[in-house]
């Protein structure tokens, strides 16, 4: 049987996400991403802005663009979601009328920003839905949430616990803001951006909610544009302090970084595939490797950390490519 056949029995399988999402507001900047995206393959994500990317009063021409690109031979793998206006904006509804219309078929998500409760996001979804069904589209576009008011916060396991949610991301800067000057501006980046109780505090409960209910935690963006690499440090601080497994980018230097930082090393994509194989001859009973004792707790570890591996580009040995993943 495969991994998530046998491994997760009675429970619901995790999301999978590629480890970067790339953010792109202007019909340029969307151009590039869907270029390097068919260059690098589906390695990241890549999301079309409506909130922050359209201008005042040209909101419904921003989303028929982003819709005619969605649609597009550019789009070659399908991964690209859109971001839509807040629900509290007037043009929210607007936004999933025309996108889920016109390219809900190959859409890969919507995100949501600045929610404040769970029936928030329930109202969204339900209209997401709604447009998707008149539109005779068979399929649930998959709900992705931007975490960044107290509100929010509070209700983190309730949101990550609906079925369309996949994704719950972290609003740095604006949850900063919301403290009026009790959080400094400092703790907008790094390092403090890790250090400062709050900002840790807010970060492990969206985390821990993630992993409750097997949705993908994804971490804010790294704002210092002019070097990148700081980007990809923060994703591995992100990953290895706070269980995050994925990373906003606003600029395309920070996406070899991100995946970069997401990528596990060949020592453990060794290890685990021998455990793997080894496991899937003994039917999936316990085995002893190198003196250790494994059983489906760990088999569970080694084949997240495999799928991680395969969502990076990272090469895996033939025959764990050809077993688990053709």
């Given amino acids: 049987m495969h991994p998530s056949e046998v491994l997760f029995q009675g429970e619901a399988i995790p999301v999978q996400l590629p480890v970067c999402d790339h953010y792109a507001g202007s019909e340029k900047l969307m151009r590039k991403s869907l270029a390097l995206q068919q260059e690098l393959g589906p390695v990241f994500d890549i999301t079309f802005d409506c909130e922050d990317g359209a201008a005042v009063g040209r909101e419904s021409e921003h989303a028929e663009l982003c819709a005619q690109l969605v649609n597009s031979p550019l789009n070659a793998h399908n991964r690209v979601g859109v971001r839509i206006h807040d629900p509290a904006h007037p043009n929210w ?44 589209i068979a399929r649930h576009i998959p ?24 994704c719950l991301s972290f609003g740095l800067m604006d949850f900063v803001s919301a403290h009026h000057g009790a959080i400094p501006g400092e703790a907008m980046r790094s390092p403090q951006q890790f250090e400062h109780p709050l900002i840790r505090r807010a970060m492990l409960e969206i985390s821990a909610a993630c992993h409750r209910h097997g949705k993908v935690p994804s971490h804010n963006v790294s704002t210092d544009v002019q070097a990148p690499q700081r980007a990809g440090d923060d994703a591995l601080r992100a990953r290895s302090e706070f269980g995050y497994l994925r990373k906003w980018s606003i600029h395309p230097g920070q996406i070899a970084p991100i995946v970069a930082a997401f990528r596990p090393g060949a020592e453990e994509i060794g290890a685990a595939s021998q455990i793997l194989l080894a496991a899937h001859e003994n039917s999936w009973a ?7 004792l494994h059983d489906r707790a760990s088999y569970r570890y080694y084949w997240s950390l495999l799928q991680r591996a395969q969502a990076t580009g990272t090469p895996l040995p033939a025959n764990v490519e050809a077993l688990f993943f053709a």
């Fill in 93 to 136: 509804r607007e936004d999933v009328d025309v996108l889920v219309r016109a390219a809900g078929a190959r859409l890969a998500y919507v995100v949501v920003p600045k929610v404040s409760d769970v029936v928030e996001v329930a109202r969204v979804t339900d209209h997401v839905n709604q447009v998707a069904r008149n539109a005779g």
């Fill in 143 to 166: 709900i992705h949430v931007l975490v960044e008011t107290h509100a929010a916060l509070e209700q983190a396991f309730d949101i990550a616990a609906l079925v369309q949610v996949e």
């Fill in 286 to 292: 316990p085995i002893r490797h190198e003196g250790q």
